[in-house]
């Protein structure tokens, strides 16, 4: 059981908003920068968004991420087929000894 | 281009030592805005962070595992390394190399799979 929340699964269809939660305290992300990573079937995870809502090089405008509180959320708006992976959720201040938190991911698939 | 690649062995035994080592190619592991970070993926579950080491030699690991863990580098040759001891069958799990950069994992391995047999 992580200490950040995500719901384990989210659907959407083709050109679809979906959202993902992450849920923390304000020990966790009410205390920390938030990341997002994208996980294709069998590849290894892919930075999306840093530092709550800055995307990373190459990611599609498409993905955004925000933070109010002790919670955040990753965004896709029109989504494609190619979108469906696991996202995750982590806190991490480099500026700490660690450790690093993910959440516990959420699948989504694209109807 | 950075990449990272890990390499080890892929079948352990019960209770023996997991070593694992991560190749930098294209960055150096003595920049000091890069942390080299080891993490694992459970078959079928999430991530789990395993620990850290920063270009001054200085390491971190997870509480959980922090009695079994060490994670050094040879900088020479540009690599880092893991070793897990006492190995159980909850240790099974693709292990990756990544490099932490302003607290961002941006550079991840390709992942190894690593079974502990009875």
């Known amino acids: 059981q992580s200490v950040l929340t995500q719901p384990p699964s989210a659907s959407g269809t083709p050109g679809q908003r979906v959202t993902i939660s992450c849920s923390g305290s304000?020990?966790?992300?009410?205390?920390?920068?938030v990341y997002w990573y994208q996980q294709l079937p069998g590849t290894a995870p892919k930075l999306l968004i840093y530092?709550?809502?800055q995307r990373s090089s190459g990611v599609p405008d498409r993905f955004s991420g925000s933070k109010s509180g002790t919670s955040a959320s990753l965004t896709i708006s029109g989504l494609r087929s190619d979108d469906e992976a696991d996202y995750y959720c982590?806190?991490?201040?480099?500026?700490?000894?660690?450790?690093?938190?993910f959440g516990g991911g959420t699948k989504l698939t694209v109807l | 281009q950075l990449q990272l690649q890990e390499s080890g062995s892929g079948l352990v035994k019960a209770s023996q030592t997991l070593s694992l080592t991560c190749v930098v190619a294209?960055?150096?592991?003595?920049?000091?805005?890069?942390?080299w970070h080891w993490i694992r993926q459970t078959p079928g579950k999430g991530l789990e962070w395993i620990g850290l080491?920063?270009?001054?030699?200085?390491?971190y690991y997870n509480p959980s595992l922090k009695s079994r863990v060490t994670i050094s580098a040879d900088r020479s040759k540009t690599q880092f390394s893991l070793k897990l001891t006492s190995l159980t069958a909850a240790d099974r799990a693709v292990y990756f190399c990544?490099?932490?950069?302003?607290?961002?994992?941006?550079?991840w391995g390709q992942g190894i799979m690593v079974t502990v047999s009875s």
């Open positions: 080491i920063y270009a001054s030699g200085k390491t």
């Open positions: 304000s020990s966790t992300i009410g205390s920390h920068y």
């Open positions: 990544v490099r932490g950069l302003l607290g961002a994992f941006d550079i």
């Open positions: 982590a806190i991490w201040d480099d500026s700490l000894s660690g450790p690093v938190v």
């Open positions: 530092r709550n809502n």
């Open positions: 294209g960055a150096s592991l003595s920049s000091s805005d890069s942390s």
